[in-house]
């Protein structure tokens, strides 16, 4: 870049000048006809041609109104230093996360256009690795919205955030939203923005500031209320939008913009999501989503990313487990391999797209105990920030079951949370808890499991909290000797035609002498899973 010097002389050629033309004068005591005055009454002298060069601001400053001194007390002296030699130099000068508020400041105050560009590609070049980098990016970016009124960098960070899926939005979210009152109404703005699909997690978010601060709505509940699509929680997630209304009604004196915001939340739900609320009963669903699924979704597929590529695109119910699942049986028994980074693209995919939850670290964990292939995995998820350790809860059942008594007979298994999750606030007596209602293998039946979801058709032994369990948050398996088997991808539990009197599921079981069987449901308190 070079600068154009017209000199007042007839016929007089142009002078072009390098960017870095003055930093030769850097310090040098006889040019430094400009003070910049700082906080602790010292001054940084500079020469007045050289920053005009930058800035159109000190040009008329020094050349039209004849200031010799600049006063720079809102920045440090290593803002001003830095941003002195940035201009003496033409390279931007030791920007860093320490001083890019103030750089960014007094590039935009003094309008050094080529240094507020280089302060911005700076802010894009931060990686989101770990949330103190993407809480930094974010926070310098709303301070520049809002104070600079300047919009570049806002609307580029939430374009990142948008692209980095799994890094950036879903656990950004988490993090962010956990301290859920230091945040402003520009910070919830900014979720809101990046949330698209996972609005759950607002919700989610919401949730757990109200029973934290029940009896009243503070302003950035009403924030949310007001912005989050009511709607689309109703029909993703039933048990979600339940426990809001529930955590509503704890308000002891609403405000009358209180029952309008309560009033907009239910005219929002449509008549045709998948429940419908009405005297706080709800229509759900009772089959288990990742039971009876045809083996041939996933065989028939070349990759396993095409396969969930497809799952994606598909009307099909699932969650992030039920793709371990896949990957079990595609390792293990159809002995197939797939390309690490092409699967955790596409697992970003369906995150994305289908506001699935994290892979619950000990599900996964322990499904490699028996396919060593799975390792691998394991630790590209992790890295992918693609795990958690908590939202889940692991429930066995109450019995063990012999294969014919699983699978012959019609049974209640019962299933008791031994150690009560938080989500689970319940002061009543006997244990908290649900039922799976299987229906055996006989007379031309096939076999079948429903969640019992009335409260009213428990026995007072159990009480049933409909308002956080469902059957989009639980995900069935089997223990069998202490390891996990998945079930997912096997089709229907049948008899054996080879070995009339044998019960076959998929590659589960193949005979009646088998171990001793324990059903597992994996309980998701956080959101869909």
């Known amino acids: 870049l070079l600068y154009t010097i017209k000199f007042e002389v007839a016929m007089a050629p142009k002078v072009q000048v390098s960017m870095d033309f003055g930093i030769k004068y850097l310090g040098s005591p006889s040019h430094g006809n400009l003070k910049f005055c700082l906080s602790d009454g010292e001054a940084i002298a500079a020469n007045s041609v050289i920053v005009s060069y930058n800035s159109p601001v000190i040009d008329k400053l020094t050349t039209e109104l004849l200031q010799t001194s600049l006063d720079v007390q809102d920045f440090s002296r290593e803002v001003v230093q830095n941003f002195i030699e940035s201009c003496y130099s033409g390279e931007p000068q030791n920007i860093s996360k320490d001083n890019f508020r103030g750089m960014n400041k007094m590039s935009t105050v003094f309008e050094v256009s080529w240094l507020v560009d280089k302060c911005c590609e700076f802010l894009e070049s931060v990686d989101l690795g770990d949330y103190e980098d993407q809480l930094f990016v974010v926070k310098e970016a709303l301070w520049v ?15 990142k955030f948008s692209l980095e899926i799994t890094k950036s939005d879903t656990f950004f979210l988490r993090e962010f939203l956990c301290d859920f009152t230091a945040r402003n109404q520009d910070e919830l703005n900014f979720a809101i923005k990046i949330a698209k699909k996972q609005e759950v997690i607002l919700v989610q978010s919401l949730i757990s500031h109200l029973e934290k601060n029940p009896h009243e709505l503070d302003e950035n509940s009403k924030f949310l209320l007001k912005n989050i699509n009511a709607a689309q929680c109703s029909e993703k997630n039933n048990s979600m939008y339940l426990k809001l209304i529930t955590c509503l009604q704890t308000i002891e004196v609403p405000s009358s913009e209180d029952y309008r915001l309560v009033l907009q939340l239910f005219k929002n739900v449509s008549l045709k999501s998948k429940g419908i609320i009405c005297q706080n009963t709800l229509v759900a669903k009772t089959k288990l989503p990742n039971l009876s699924l045809d083996p041939d979704i996933l065989e028939k597929h070349k990759s396993f990313s095409g396969f969930i590529e497809a799952l994606t695109a598909s009307s099909l119910e699932f969650n992030s487990l ?11 028994f159809l002995k197939k391999s797939f390309v690490i980074n092409n699967f955790k693209s596409a697992f970003h995919k369906a995150i994305l797209e289908r506001n699935l939850s994290p892979v619950y670290l ?17 630790e590209s998820l992790k890295d992918g920030n693609l795990t958690t350790s908590d939202g889940y809860v692991r429930v066995c ?8 008594q699983l699978f012959e007979q019609d049974n209640e298994i019962r299933f008791i949370f031994n150690e009560k999750p938080p989500e689970l606030c319940c002061n009543k007596s006997g244990d908290c808890g649900f039922i799976l209602k299987s229906t055996g293998i006989r007379d031309g039946k096939e076999f079948d499991i429903d969640l019992l979801n009335k409260p009213e058709d428990y026995p007072d032994d159990i009480h049933f909290h409909e308002e956080c369990l469902s059957v989009s948050n639980m995900h069935f398996a089997i223990s069998d000797n202490g390891w996990e088997i998945p079930v997912t991808w096997c089709g229907s539990p049948k008899q054996d035609k080879r070995c009339p009197g044998d019960i076959s599921w998929g590659y589960v ?21």
Do not use: G
């Not at 039920?322 to 293990?332: G, S």
């Not at 000990?362 to 394991?378: F, G, Q, R, W």
């Not at 079981?509 to 899973?529: A, M």
């Open 145 to 159: 919205s809002t104070t600079l009124k300047k919009k570049r960098l806002i609307d580029m960070t939430i374009k």
């Open 322 to 332: 039920m793709i371990c699942d896949a990957a079990y049986r595609w390792f293990r």
């Open 362 to 378: 000990d599900y996964i964990t322990n499904l490699s105990k028996t396919c060593a292939s799975m390792e691998p995995l394991v």
């Open 397 to 404: 059942s109450s019995s063990e079951y012999t294969v014919e």
């Open 509 to 529: 079981f193949k005979q009646k002498d088998h171990n001793p069987l324990r059903p597992v449901v994996y309980v998701n308190f956080d959101c869909n899973i």
